[in-house]
């Protein structure tokens, strides 16, 4: 597949091309919004395009021109305000979506969400316009038409990878960045047996080619 990750300069979305690319199966590209970003990404042999989730649209649907999948993975970090979160982490997926549905070609959404987005008594009061973003964003996405796929990390962390993770749980727990990616590259791989799912994810014992 033609796979097109959007918010690819962050650190989940970094590691995610990078794996896609190494790996060979699919032909990634990298979405970014500084031309700094797109030469370092270029630099490094990746496919790579500027693109802004506070333009248009139309912008995006030219973007993705000829991709089968997608994969949101873009934030506006935790040192933005929650008027930056609205924009990018609701209003980006939005957009999104929308370019998705009108491009008619979209075989895969992947949305990054985060662990109890769907559960608005479990949100921390420090947190409340992300969780909000994601909720929306998430509901957005299951309501589009489009065959998709939400995964909802826990708390990230920077520990290297195990390979391994718990889908199946109760309560919360932590999970690194690369075990995330790493469980995304699973997710577009096994398209068929992740489709209209919402799957939630912390570190565990099985290992991710066990999952779905």
């Known amino acids: 597949m033609n796979v097109f990750v959007i918010g690819a300069n962050g650190q989940i979305g970094h590691q995610l091309v990078e794996k896609l690319h190494k790996e060979g199966k699919h032909q990634v590209t990298a979405m970014v919004r500084k031309e700094e970003q797109l030469e370092d990404f270029k630099s490094k042999g990746y496919n790579a395009v500027l693109g802004d989730l506070e333009g248009s649209v139309a912008d995006l649907q030219k973007a993705i021109d000829g991709m089968d999948a997608i994969v949101f993975a873009a934030g506006s970090g935790g040192s933005t305000g929650a008027d930056k979160t609205l924009l990018i982490d609701l209003d980006g997926a939005a957009k999104s979506i929308e370019a998705a549905q009108a ?98 994810l912390i570190k565990g014992d099985t290992p991710i080619e066990e999952t779905l």
């Open 103 to 200: 491009n008619g070609n979209i075989k895969h959404f992947v949305m990054l969400s985060a662990l109890k987005a769907e559960d608005r008594s479990a949100w921390p009061d420090s947190m409340k316009p992300y969780y909000v973003a994601k909720h929306h964003a998430d509901r957005l996405l299951e309501q589009s038409g489009l065959t998709y796929t939400i995964v909802r990390p826990g708390a990230l962390t920077d520990d290297a990878g195990t390979g391994k993770v718990n889908t199946n749980f109760e309560g919360s727990g932590e999970i690194p960045r690369e075990d995330v990616a790493s469980f995304l590259v699973h997710v577009l791989h096994n398209h068929s047996n992740a489709q209209n799912k919402a799957i939630d």
